[in-house]
């Protein structure tokens, strides 16, 4: 059975997610943001065995954590499109801007693509590109469970600022119609910052996507 434990990071409570096969105890980690320790301690705890860090972009609040992780459980780092390059390499100088302590350099072992498929055991996601917060942010889509990793895409009742270099807003909300709307009612979404929600709610009830103006 797929287990989440989503652990808030960061000033910014980005929502990471420990990811695991309850029988096996294989473990994936998403967006690990930041506070190294506290999610070394609860894989610790829960006895994980840590396989890969999965990163939907590459903003310091999503990747702070993952060169320290990476290197501690010598794992690779698995994602996100490479269009986010840019945000990768440039992670000290951003961490410096916020105030955050000084990470260590992210090397991406496997940039992702659109349609691209990755496994924990049995478990099938696939990878969804939604540019647009920035130019190489993927989501990652598990079906079976009904369940998405949005990122900074969609949040319940909002979306993801575009107002950072090479963010469109034009892209964002093409991306939400093209690769989260499409999704079943029922599909519950993981943000990236704040609450879960399900794509039938934000169809509903989310203001910026009521239309594609």
């Known amino acids: 059975m797929l287990q989440v434990q989503i652990i808030p990071v960061t000033p910014f409570a980005q929502n990471c997610s420990v990811v695991w096969e309850s029988e096996s105890k294989e473990a994936v980690v998403i967006d690990a943001g930041g506070d190294a320790a506290r999610i070394c301690q609860y894989v610790t705890e829960n006895g994980l065995n840590v396989k890969a860090l999965w990163i939907t972009h590459g903003h310091v609040d999503h990747i702070g954590a993952v060169g320290e992780l990476a290197n501690l459980w010598q794992i690779p780092v698995v994602g996100p499109h490479k269009a986010d390059k840019f945000w990768i390499d440039s992670l000290q100088e951003v961490s410096a801007k916020y105030g955050f302590p000084t990470p260590e350099p992210v090397n991406v072992t496997q940039w992702l693509t659109g349609g691209d498929r990755l496994y924990l055991g ?19 889509y598990h079906a079976q469970h009904h369940l998405l990793w949005a990122g900074d895409v969609l949040f319940k009742e909002s979306i993801g600022r575009t107002d950072f270099p090479q963010s469109s807003h034009a892209d964002l909300i093409s991306s939400i119609w093209r690769e989260c709307l499409s999704l079943p009612d029922n599909t519950q979404f ?6 879960t929600s399900t794509i039938g709610h934000e169809r509903a009830h989310n203001p910026f996507i009521q239309s594609k103006n």
């Open 122 to 140: 049995e478990h099938e996601f696939e990878v969804r590109f939604a540019p647009g917060h920035t130019p190489g942010h993927i989501m990652f």
């Open 190 to 195: 993981i943000a990236g910052h704040g609450p």
